[in-house]
């Protein structure tokens, strides 16, 4: 099956501003799992649908996501993203942040989403945020031991 992955995108997208939890959820396959840059992995539809509504708008408002330049050959989609929100965090109440980042989608032979997952530039979302130093460098620390973990990272730790 061929995927319309601009309709995915726009479903993919639209759901998330309007914190459509079923919406977003029906793009994945039932055991589908959507892997947030910092949220993490949730498996499952209503895992996901229950992720955007506790996660995403428990601490955020107002998101807008722009899906740039996507590429996909049925199996496997990219897109560039630009992603902003207002914070609804009490540490960090009304700070509007601006991020960049990669959306990689990997659909099963019915064009349901099977797996989700981003790369994002965290820092300067945390930095717009106001999160301390301290903090920022705890994160990133995280970020960097998740990526040296994955088995694909095998080859390049030792060089």
Not at 54 to 77: K, T
Not at 86 to 114: K, Q
Request: charged letters at 25%.
């Amino acid at each position: 099956m061929m995927v319309d992955f601009k309709s995915v995108l726009e479903r993919f997208c639209a759901a998330v501003e309007s914190n459509d939890g079923p919406g977003l959820a029906a793009l994945f396959a039932e055991d589908g799992v959507y892997n947030d840059y910092l949220y993490g992995p949730f498996r499952g539809r209503e895992a996901i649908g229950q992720m955007l509504h506790n996660h995403f708008w428990g601490d955020a408002e107002a998101f807008r996501w722009q899906m740039i330049d996507p590429v996909c050959d049925g199996r496997v989609g990219y897109a560039r993203y630009l992603f902003s929100f207002t914070s609804t965090m009490p540490a960090y109440p009304g700070r509007r942040v601006v991020l960049e980042g990669t959306s990689i989608f990997h659909f099963d032979t019915d064009g349901m989403i099977e797996s989700y997952r981003e790369t994002a530039h965290g820092a300067p979302a945390m930095s717009q945020l106001g999160v301390e130093p301290e903090r920022m460098a705890k994160r990133s620390r995280r970020w960097a031991d998740e990526l040296l973990a994955r088995e694909e990272a095998a080859p390049h730790r030792n060089t």
